[in-house]
């Protein structure tokens, strides 16, 4: 397999326009911290976007980092730690930047800071035409212009490579803090309802972890309403979550359900689940178990693909199929990007 390592937005182009000629198909390869989602592609080289790793622009003062696609996710804490902010993804830091945002990887702080998709505010993007383009604008309010960067994210690189990105940043928090409770699911809708703010409600097996985060007196206001609902442990400015069971097991599903049905979404003793978003981690030990889980998920509205191990995207009901393909059609024509990797395939 051949393996290709731009070093420039014009060397993205010119790989993509030699695949469309010659009829290869690619697999857009950052930091492999996500490969696993998404279907088996049988491809003919991948590219690398790890040398694609600058930092383009960024003051402070603006809250908006501008940042090559391929820069690893720790480089870029550290240039904004540098200016007391953060980018708040949570993704592993050997992860790129543009990995994360193509793989729509979900952070456990989702609750407070929501999809990671809106912190983008603009993407450049070669398609999987050969066409560089750019989507969004570097400021926080823009209502114009198509919105090809929310389009890839969550796409698995099967429309186009994203090679820079805007992002929207957030002052790092002066207080940080995780409570731990004894309890289930029940609890922790609970604490969700009782403590307005909260960064995030996880509930493991026999547990439930509040994580609270902003000014000291806030965070002391939050504590206090939480030991009114029960009793907990409290440990300052660890890494969150605590426990993280589902990462023991070989493969890991991340359920997506209506927050109210979330309790379908849990099988096991290997999970984490948000409480307040519906959205878990499972931890599985065989692709066996895989079937029971997604026909529970299924018949609470939701979806289950893998995010490690194998297993796929599974066979759930795609939303706008039609409209998916057109996409797929109209920004990758020959389908040179991993075709099937993603929800549907170009053609009928």
């Known amino acids: 397999m051949d393996l290709i390592h731009p070093t420039s937005k014009a060397d993205v182009v010119d790989a993509i326009r030699q ?10 390869v950052g ?33 908006i980092a501008v940042v090559e696609a391929g820069m690893r996710v720790g ?24 990995g994360v945002i193509a793989s729509g990887a979900s952070s456990p702080r989702r609750l407070r800071f929501g999809v990671l998709r809106d912190t983008v505010l603009e993407a450049e993007i070669v398609t999987g035409a050969g066409r560089l383009v750019r989507s969004g604008a570097r400021t926080v309010k823009n209502v114009t212009g198509y919105d090809l960067h929310k ?18 940043v957030r002052p790092l928090p002066h207080a940080r803090r995780t409570l731990r409770f004894e309890g289930d699911l029940a609890l922790a809708r609970e604490l969700v309802d009782a403590v307005h703010g909260s960064t995030s409600v996880l509930t493991t097996p026999g547990a439930v972890e509040l994580r609270l985060e902003g000014w000291p007196e806030e965070v002391e206001e939050q ?10 442990t409290v440990t300052e400015d660890a890494a969150f979550p605590l426990e993280r069971p589902w990462e023991t097991m070989p493969i890991v599903a991340e359920a997506a359900v209506p927050p109210s049905r979330l309790d379908a979404a849990v099988v096991g003793e290997a999970w984490g689940a948000l409480a307040g978003i519906g959205l878990a981690w499972v931890g599985l030990g065989s692709s066996n178990e895989l079937g029971g889980l ?22 759930a009901p795609v939303a706008a199929p039609q409209v998916q393909r057109r996409l797929k059609e109209a920004f990758d024509p020959n389908g040179v990007l991993a075709p099937g990797r993603g929800w549907v395939s170009a053609g009928p």
């Open 294 to 315: 997604r026909d529970r998920v299924r018949a609470a509205g939701g979806i289950a693909p893998v995010v490690r191990g194998p297993g796929g995207l599974g066979d």
């Open 31 to 63: 930091g492999r911290r996500h490969l696993d989602k998404g279907n088996p592609a049988a491809v003919d080289a991948e590219l690398w976007t790890t040398q694609l790793d600058r930092r383009v622009a960024y003051e402070p003062a603006e809250m």
């Open 19 to 28: 695949a469309n000629a010659t009829k290869h198909r690619m697999l857009v």
């Open 151 to 168: 389009l890839v994210a969550g796409s698995l690189g099967t429309l186009g490579v994203i090679v820079q990105v805007a992002l929207k």
């Open 223 to 232: 504590m206090s309403i939480a030991r009114r609902v029960a009793a907990a």
């Open 75 to 98: 480089e870029l804490e550290r240039i904004l730690a540098e200016g007391g902010q953060e980018w708040p993804s949570d993704a592993p830091a050997d992860a790129t930047v543009g």
